[in-house]
């Protein structure tokens, strides 16, 4: 059997941990029949393919999360897929087939993959879903692959256990960060802001909080690769609850690769308690900087035993946080929902040179929000999803059904709910 990442077609490479045999058969004999009916009839007219409708189809309690994708630029027909506890998938075709390149390995529990962008076949993979919730698995270290996921090897940080993000160097792949999130259920020093300047043969520890704060967000500079931001988390996972923010919790900046680490402290970014925070940065104006942050949130402070100030938090709340000076000022762009409606927090702010994402609280929030710059084209929402109009003549774009700004340069392409019936 060829190897999948070959581009041979119809290939199907089950791991007998993984697939039944019979769906197995089932599913490599329907893909094999369609793709040779495809060579030999027409396409179906957009009219009929317009027609379909996404449903789920289960697991219907805990089903898997997905922590990353990661495309190749110049090749949308590759990108892969870390989930939280899968392992990494990747396809060739633009997500009609995916095979597994993880498998073989000791875990499967992801937090973060990165390609170099100087050479896509080498990828770093952080184990350890950085997503506390009380059926988190931990991770095993950041691996590396030279060949696009065909072979992988430990490069270390082993006892750090989840791992929230991974920045490669534009220019030298050996140049690597990592946000290291550290145990979920207790206190462990294994934990902060890593950097290898050898490819992950070896590891320094550029930015150490407490036993209880690590990393969970890196953001560089695409115009000066030395300008680094990156956000800190302390949160302790419990049965039962989450003590997300603390004093740990908080924004840094760098300007000579890691040497030094300054907060990011006044200027209008919240002086409350903050909890977990995600970073975006323009890759077109890197002064233009995007932060979600979890500022105190009534549960969780109550989970930390603290009264909240609540004239404070109604003052400066969760949200979207914009500066255009390099974290010098920063204006709240989005309030998050009030406290009650999930604790205000915050899954990541992403830049890339496609869409960027922003997802709401991955605890309790009911709503996903996915936005993307105006490259981007919104294909409208299906019946049943909450609706959403886009302005043409300001920077803003607002939602009708809630009449919120989301971010002053951003466009929205989606918007998803518990109640939706299907989204684009």
């Not at 045999?21 to 094999?32: E, K, R």
């Not at 407490?210 to 967000?217: E, I, L």
């Amino acid at each position: 059997m060829h190897d999948p990442c070959d581009g041979s077609p119809c290939q199907l490479k089950a791991n007998p941990m993984r697939a039944h045999p019979v769906l197995s058969a089932l599913a490599g004999a329907t893909l094999c029949a369609g793709t040779l009916s495809a060579q030999l009839t027409t396409p179906l007219d957009s009219a009929t393919l317009a027609g379909f409708r996404w449903r789920s189809i289960g697991p219907a309690n805990m089903g898997g999360r997905v922590t990353d994708v990661e495309g190749v630029p110049g090749n949308p027909k590759i990108f892969y897929v870390a989930t939280a506890t899968g392992g990494i998938w990747k396809t060739i075709n633009a997500g009609t087939m995916f095979f597994p390149l993880f498998d073989k390995e000791k875990v499967i529990s992801m937090g973060d993959i990165a390609l170099s962008p100087s050479n896509a076949d080498i990828i770093y993979a952080g184990t350890g879903e950085e997503d506390s919730r009380n059926s988190i698995s931990p991770g095993g270290g950041v691996y590396k692959s030279t060949d696009g996921g065909r072979s992988w090897k430990l490069m270390g940080l082993e006892a750090t256990q989840q791992i929230g993000r991974i920045v490669v160097d534009p220019t030298d792949p050996n140049i690597v960060y990592v946000a290291a999130l550290g145990h979920a259920w207790n206190a462990n020093p294994e934990r902060g802001l890593y950097k290898s300047t050898d490819g992950g043969a070896t590891w320094k520890l550029s930015k150490f909080i407490s036993d209880k704060a690590g990393f969970v967000d890196i953001a560089m500079d695409a115009k000066d690769h030395n300008t680094l931001y990156a956000s800190s988390w302390e949160r302790v996972r419990g049965p039962y609850f989450l003590k997300s923010g603390g004093p740990g919790s908080g924004l840094w900046k760098t300007t000579d690769a890691g040497a030094a680490w300054r907060e990011i402290k006044g200027g209008g970014f919240p002086e409350i308690t903050k909890g977990r925070i995600g970073i975006a940065v323009s890759p077109s104006n890197p002064q233009i900087v995007y932060t979600w942050v979890e500022a105190d949130t009534l549960p969780h402070a109550l989970a930390r035993g603290e009264k909240p100030d609540t004239s404070k938090r109604q003052k400066s709340n969760s949200g979207i946080y914009r500066s255009t000076d390099g974290g010098a000022t920063w204006t709240l762009t989005y309030r998050n929902e009030p406290p009650g409606a999930g604790g205000g927090g915050l899954g990541d702010a992403r830049a890339s040179t496609g869409c960027r994402r922003y997802s709401a609280s991955r605890r309790t929030v009911e709503r996903r929000i996915v936005a993307a710059r105006s490259a981007c084209t919104p294909t409208g929402t299906a019946s049943g999803s909450i609706r959403m109009t886009r302005t043409t003549t300001s920077s803003a774009t607002t939602v009708a059904s809630r009449s919120r700004t989301i971010a002053a340069g951003l466009t929205i392409s989606s918007i998803l709910s518990r109640s939706a019936s299907s989204t684009p």
